[in-house]
Nanobody, 126 residues
């Protein structure tokens, strides 16, 4: 049973920080690629950060310099350190993973991932 469980969301003021975690189980040791997406009310789900099979990281422009993704393969965990948070970062954050090895040139899309977590809410107030 493939499962991704996110945690670490919460409510913070603008300028604050949060660290999201995503624990993978089932095929945890075999996930080739992982990523973070977010969705705000009335908007489509968008990519935030991703790590490809070669370990290269990709970020959407709006979070570059503020967010950092990292992967602890030994513990099957993906992290997203979010600093200098802004109200526009508010949304449900989803962890995604896939078993297919991939090397990307840019931030991948939803179609690149077959496995999804239930999400963790991040709310940033001004």
């Amino acid at each position: 049973q493939v499962q991704l469980v996110e945690s670490g969301g919460g409510s913070v003021q603008a300028g604050g920080s949060l660290r999201l975690s995503c624990v993978a189980s089932g095929y945890g040791s075999s996930y080739a690629v992982m990523g973070w997406f977010r969705q705000s009310p009335g908007k489509e789900r968008e990519g935030v950060a991703a790590i490809d099979t070669d370990g290269y990281m990709f970020y959407t422009d709006s979070v570059k310099g503020r967010f950092a993704a990292s992967k602890d393969s030994a513990n099957y965990t993906l992290y997203l350190q979010m600093n200098s948070l802004k109200p526009e970062d508010t949304g449900m954050y989803y962890c995604a993973a896939d078993l297919r090895p991939r090397s990307w040139w840019s931030l991948p899309s939803i179609a690149d991932f077959n496995y999804w977590g239930q999400g963790t809410q991040v709310t940033v107030s001004s």
